[in-house]
T-cell receptor, first 115, second 114 residues
């Protein structure tokens, strides 16, 4: 297993366009998380899944954002009608249920630039 | 409302000396705490954890101390090495309240000088 994979690594898009990011977690991990990080800030929680169920969503996740994990394996995060304020690093992480002591394993992130 | 705070944005330490990174939190429901290290262009990497039933946890050169009454934790790195230069984030979770998300601080950039 090569860890958590995110695709693409970088995305430049024009304001108003839709973008979709993909995350492939560690195969045996049943929890998957999306975070967003902007310059000078720590990762901010967006949403998390246990298997295919989306169990929690942040208030940061406006109705332009949607996340799915259709078969409890990979996940996608879509941003519709992108705005310049959406420019950030989008991080995906996965963990085992009950694995609080070892935290998450993060991917390398997708850097989004909205121009 | 920043529930997890790292008030020092940066820290410089000589190689071989101790690095102490601090973190404060406000939510008394937090019961698990983690430290992550982040290099540029990479995702954060888990470093060490501590649960609220302990006040200290060690792993090699890294020790985390938890003071629940002060809602404060610190990460000690001894001895510091140039490869430790990175941004360090503390994170907290309130698993007893049924949420498994971690809340992160804003990070402290550590520079270890050779």
């Amino acid at each position: 297993d090569t860890g958590v994979s995110q695709d693409p690594r970088h995305k430049i898009t024009k304001r108003g366009q839709n973008v979709t990011f993909r995350c492939d977690p560690i195969s045996e991990h049943n929890r998957l998380y999306w975070y967003r990080q902007t310059l000078g800030q720590g990762p901010e929680f967006l949403t998390y899944f246990q298997n295919e169920a989306q169990l929690e969503k942040s208030r940061l996740l406006s109705d332009r954002f949607s996340a799915e994990r259709p078969k409890g394996s990979f996940s996608t995060l879509e941003i519709q009608r992108t705005e310049q304020g959406d420019s950030a690093m989008y991080l995906c992480a996965s963990s085992l249920e009950g694995g609080q002591s070892v935290g998450y394993t993060f991917g390398s992130g997708t850097r989004l630039t909205v121009v | 409302d920043q529930q997890v705070k790292q008030n020092s944005p940066s820290l410089s330490v000589q190689e071989g000396r101790i690095s102490i990174l601090n973190c404060d939190y406000t939510n008394s429901m937090f019961d698990y705490f983690l430290w992550y290290k982040k290099y540029p262009a990479e995702g954060p990497t888990f470093l060490i954890s501590i649960s609220s039933i302990k006040d200290k946890n060690e792993d090699g050169r890294f020790t985390v101390f938890l003071n629940k009454s002060a809602k404060h934790l610190s990460l000690h790195i001894v001895p510091s090495q140039p490869g430790d230069s990175a941004v360090y984030f503390c994170a907290a979770s309130g698993t007893t309240s049924g949420t498994y998300k971690y809340i992160f601080g804003t990070g402290t950039r550590l520079k270890v000088l050779a």
